[in-house]
């Protein structure tokens, strides 16, 4: 088959490019390594006929008005402002850190932003530039709340001691001085109607894509030549590890989701569940059924354990992995019409918004260069 655009990946930023590139008359192929198109937003029915996402909860938010039009186009999404809630000393308390948190871990009776942001002062420890996640959390937050909510979590998460990971990676959490417990304070906060597998099946709905399923590039790649460009959204250090002069691995994040299923209509009282704790060694119980207020006589459970081995779902940031990450990256500057796009080719963390905005600024990009070119 004659192909135009070779694109590795079926999720976010590979079904993006897909969905551009064939609308612009091109003939599209996907090269999927898993049985599934849509990444890790893959979703579908169980045995209780409750919609569970495989590789976790999905939460769409955005303040980018070009985003939210463009995911509009696949599906029509109803508002969901997402929760969370965390199980600190036997105690129940909404993250992002707001003033009800404080106010029930410490017995304290804050009541005002003014309250909070007080409070806030006076237990903090100041650093001007915080130089790891540790110092960037200890600057918001103080040592309490850093041991009760951050510290052991993200030990738990990233295999790694605050101390030990960039500032950045602390800093995307928010800290609120309000009552405001959403945890997600975007203009847009919405679910697609019937999953996001839906949305992929649209975006990919087009006579001039097609989609090879449960195939691994690096085993075919031979035999397609001739393309005018490749998209490749895997880990980049996979692209590269035949190269005898690149032979570092970067480290990623995997989860084990491992499912429960019970005979109760409820299991917890919210959707997602934080354990920033050490007194259990998941993360978070995941109870799908509450997204969409779905209806069933049973549900099911998903607990959260982060671990080295597995599908990469998280590069891990820290000075060490950007070091290796630049020689990498040399390396991919110096192909022609290979394009290295998403959150695990650009070692960087996307959310979903990110990761259709990166895809769409990409393709803008090389158009308008190529028009540029005429």
């Not at 600190?88 to 009541?111: A, H």
């Not at 041991?147 to 001691?161: E, G, I, L, R």
């Amino acid at each position: 088959m004659k192909v135009d655009i070779l694109i590795i990946g079926a999720g976010i930023s590979g079904a993006t490019l897909a969905e551009r590139y064939a609308n612009a008359g091109k003939k599209v192929l996907i090269i999927e390594k898993r049985d599934h198109i849509a990444g890790n937003c893959y979703d579908h029915y169980d045995q209780n006929g409750i919609l569970v996402s495989k590789y976790g909860a999905h939460l769409f938010h955005t303040n980018d008005d070009e985003v939210w039009e463009y995911v509009n186009r696949f599906a029509e999404w109803y508002p969901w402002e997402h929760r969370v809630i965390a199980r600190v000393d036997g105690k129940t308390v909404p993250i992002p850190v707001n003033i009800s948190t404080v106010n029930i871990l410490f017995d304290e009776k804050l009541e005002t932003e003014d309250d909070m942001k007080q409070w806030l002062e006076q237990n903090r420890i100041s650093f001007d530039q915080p130089t790891n996640g540790e110092e960037a959390v200890l600057n918001r937050v103080g040592p309490v709340l850093y041991d009760k909510m951050f510290k052991h979590y993200t030990k738990k998460q990233w295999d790694k001691y605050p101390a030990e990971l960039h500032a950045s990676v602390l800093e995307r959490i928010p800290v609120r001085s309000n009552y405001d417990d959403r945890y997600f304070s975007d203009k847009y906060q919405a679910l697609p109607k019937g999953g996001y597998t839906k949305v992929f099946e649209s975006m990919l709905d087009h006579p001039n894509i097609t989609v090879l399923l449960n195939t691994d590039y690096f085993d075919v790649k031979d035999q397609y030549e001739g393309y005018e460009k490749l998209f490749y959204t895997g880990p980049v250090d996979r692209f590269f590890e035949f190269e005898e002069e690149l032979t570092e691995k970067l480290e990623y994040r995997s989860i084990n989701f491992v499912t429960e299923h019970i005979d109760a209509e409820y299991y917890q009282e919210n959707s997602v569940v934080n354990y920033p704790g050490r007194e259990v060694d998941f993360t978070r119980i995941v109870e799908h059924k509450h997204f969409g207020n779905q209806k069933s006589d049973k549900t099911s459970i998903v607990k959260e354990y982060t671990v080295d081995e597995g599908d990469p779902y998280y590069p891990v940031p820290n000075e060490k992995n950007q070091l290796i990450y630049e020689k990498y990256k040399a390396k991919a500057d110096q192909l022609t019409d290979v394009y290295f796009v998403g959150r695990l080719a650009n070692y960087k963390y996307f959310n979903m918004d990110q990761a259709f905005k990166n895809a769409l600024d990409l393709y803008k990009t090389l158009e308008h260069a190529k028009a540029g070119a005429l």
